[in-house]
């Protein structure tokens, strides 16, 4: 049975059902939402892969998600306690969200300060000089210590918000913070509607063209559907278990998943009528935030160009930390429940060694810092968990769902014994039982590929070498 120090330290939990959804649903939206979706989304065809992403959105990321959920309240532990206490041999899988969650805030934050820096660039001129704007980016990033700055601060504003735990911190700025993004992103994509030519974008973004769908398009889709919800990483059941028994964990799935997924066709919808207004093509990765999007906003012009564009970056700020807050309640939550940590040293231990995996991302950038496999910290990170452990974590989290824990079970802990009905109930467990381990394991392969097609198979093998060794050693922990 898992170690926990629930007899000194009462488990907190969330304040109101508005408050969960609220934090779950700033945990699925992040900076995947507002660059990735609208950029996958330009280059695999825009309507149909649209259609085809909310097609999965639906089965398989609702699905996902509910599995996370009922796996997390159910046990009442963090990621790794979840499983152990259960069976400890599937104590990895816990092992794999965490270390996942701590990978990903060894680069997340230094892109979450990139947003708060272009805050104060926009306001300081950037936009006066449309010309200048690529290339302003390209040496902020690879400069050795004005990210590092920014990255700071960001990382003190998870630590401000997670410091004060479940329903003080986390619950608290969601209620805040996702409301306001939401406004910030209607108010641009209002914007960007009113621009003459904007019906061309969304055209582009709700008309679909099933003659371009290709096995490319769908797994793009099935990817960016999993990978939108912060799946696999145990944030889900982490704030699952944080769930009052009482809650209806069906209902509150469908509202985290519908939330998420507004937010990304309001990116959507937000860029692509305005970029197909003034002639710009969205460009990949980074580049269509820090880039792409100021010099639209510098050709729209005046104040409104200028008010638009520190909105905008405020918003991305906003989703960027309503994400990254879920990553570090993972790991500080884990150092609680099996380490006995007090909330205040968990979360100044798990900050102290992501801001160190940081300073080596951000280096990273500009050619400085140890490389591995010639690839820096920052890449290594993003490989490692966008293409293996985060689609391998969620496929193992189903397997332990559909072929560990028993159905009367499951059944029992999303109905809340009985009380609620869910009648789609065996096609849910049919679907995590059979269906979507074998459709992650798709996407799985296609990362690991991608990885080796783009000469970075070394660090493939090392992380399917490192899930192998943790499943291993997982009856020590």
């Known amino acids: 049975m898992a170690t926990t120090n629930t007899t000194t330290q009462p488990r907190d939990s969330w304040g109101s059902k508005l408050g969960f959804v609220m934090a779950a649903a700033g945990s699925a939206v992040g900076l995947g939402n507002i660059w990735k979706f609208p950029y996958t989304a330009g280059e695999s065809g825009g309507g149909a892969f649209v259609a085809i992403y909310l097609l999965f959105v639906i089965v398989i990321g609702f699905s996902v998600m509910l599995t996370e959920f009922a796996v997390g309240r159910k046990t009442g532990l963090s990621a790794v306690g979840a499983f152990k206490s259960t069976d400890r041999r599937w104590s990895f899988v816990g092992v794999i969200g965490v270390v996942s969650g701590l990978l990903i805030m060894g680069f997340y934050p230094v892109v979450g300060g990139w947003a708060i ?22 040496g902020f990033i690879s400069n050795p210590i004005q990210p590092l700055f920014w990255m700071g601060l960001y990382l003190m504003f998870n630590i401000l918000v997670v410091i004060k735990g479940i329903s003080g911190g986390i619950e608290k700025a969601g209620k805040i913070l996702m409301p306001l993004l939401f406004a910030i992103l209607i108010l641009v994509a209002v914007k960007g509607l009113s621009l003459p030519g904007a019906t061309a974008g969304l055209e582009f973004l709700f008309k679909p063209d099933f003659s371009k769908v290709d096995s490319t398009v769908v797994l793009a889709a099935l990817g960016q559907a999993f990978f939108s919800l912060s799946l696999g990483m145990g944030c889900m059941i982490t704030y699952g278990s944080y769930l009052k028994k009482k809650e209806n964990l069906v209902q509150t799935t469908a509202m985290v998943t519908a939330m998420d997924t507004a937010v990304a066709i309001l990116a959507g919808v937000a860029m692509f009528p305005a970029m197909f207004a003034f002639s710009m093509e969205p460009a990949a990765g980074p580049g269509l935030i820090f880039v792409v999007v100021p010099q639209l906003f510098a050709e729209m012009g005046g104040i409104v160009g200028l008010l638009l564009a520190l909105l905008f970056f405020i918003g991305l700020s906003v989703a960027a930390l309503t994400s990254s807050v879920s990553l570090l309640e993972v790991v500080v939550s884990y150092l609680i429940d099996e380490k006995g940590l007090k909330r205040s040293t968990a979360v100044f231990s798990a900050s102290a060694l992501m801001a160190f995996l940081c300073v080596f991302a951000s280096l990273s950038l500009g050619g400085l810092g140890p490389t591995l496999f010639e690839t820096g ?66 996407v799985a392969i296609a990362g690991v590929k991608a990885g080796f097609d783009s000469g970075k198979g070394e660090i493939m093998v090392m992380g399917l070498a490192i899930i192998g060794l943790g499943a291993l050693v997982s009856k020590k922990l």
Do not use: H, Q
């Open 117 to 138: 820096a272009y805050i104060y660039k926009i306001a300081t001129g950037l936009l006066s000089t449309p010309e200048a704007i690529g290339d302003s980016f390209g």
């Open 377 to 442: 910290a920052f890449d290594i990170f993003d490989l490692l968990t966008d293409k293996i452990f985060l689609a391998v974590g969620g496929m193992l989290v189903c397997i332990f769902a559909g072929w560990r824990l028993s159905r009367s079970e499951l059944e029992k802990e999303i109905t809340n014994d009985g009380e609620i009905k869910f009648p789609l109930f065996g096609l849910w467990y049919n679907l995590v039982k059979y269906v979507i381990p074998f459709a992650i394991a798709i």
